[in-house]
């Protein structure tokens, strides 16, 4: 109900960045599995990426993301865009050394390819297990959520808040982020015993009950 809220603002041009918090395997991935499935109707965009551990490539994510919307078989092509798609897959591997971080023209380059695809229709980009994201994809997406209110976008990112402490690489970067006022966050809680049971009981409804040890056990084992 919450990401379906900050669609419709979207699409009215009030668009945000949520990130969808929680440890391992609580259901991050299927929730915006989900929801993307509600997002691909009408002149709607969707683009999705990752951030992979130890791959830290700068800007990867981003590159993808456009390098979709750029592939998509009903958009028009855009030669501004196409030639920042070339431009990012050469630039990215210039990160290797310590404290590259790519700002001005090309942080606006991007950003203005995203506003570009936003005038044809609501864009929504996913990206997820930002946790693992680079310095530079960190960056962008600071400078990015600054310029999302009064736009047809919404930026949907999952990430484990589990892995985000003092020991993280990227910690000041990541509560730059997080501090953005069109930055907002839903976390994602284990679901309690009360309602594995009751799932679990509308799934087994046209089969014999299930004993109260086996419910126990289900509950310890799936946590």
Not at 133 to 146: G, H, M
Not at 175 to 186: H, Q
Request: glycine share 6%.
């Amino acid at each position: 109900e919450q990401l379906a809220a900050l669609r419709h603002a979207a699409g009215d041009g009030h668009g945000g960045m949520v990130l969808l918090a929680g440890e391992p395997g609580v259901g991050k991935s299927r929730l915006l599995a989900e929801f993307a499935t509600t997002v691909t109707s009408g002149r709607s965009a969707l683009a999705s990426s990752r951030c992979v551990e130890f791959v830290q490539t700068p800007l990867a994510p981003l590159h993808e993301l456009l390098t979709q919307l750029e592939r998509r078989g009903n958009a028009v092509r855009d030669p501004i865009i196409r030639t920042l798609v070339e431009r990012l897959a050469f630039e990215r591997n210039a990160g290797a050394e310590p404290g590259w971080l790519p700002e001005g023209s090309l942080f606006e380059s991007i950003d203005g390819a995203f506003a570009r695809y936003a005038q044809r229709g609501t864009l929504f980009l996913a990206l997820e297990d930002v946790h693992w994201a680079d310095r530079s994809t960190l960056a962008f997406l600071t400078y990015f959520a600054e310029r999302l209110e009064r736009r047809r976008i919404l930026f949907v990112a999952t990430y484990r808040d589990d892995e985000v402490e003092l020991a993280h690489p990227n910690l000041s970067e990541f509560s730059a982020l997080l501090s953005k006022s069109a930055v907002s966050t839903i976390s994602l809680a284990p679901m309690r015993e009360s309602t594995i049971r009751a799932l679990v009981e509308h799934l087994t409804l046209r089969s014999p009950a299930l004993s109260s040890t086996t419910l126990t056990e289900i509950v310890r084992r799936s946590q």
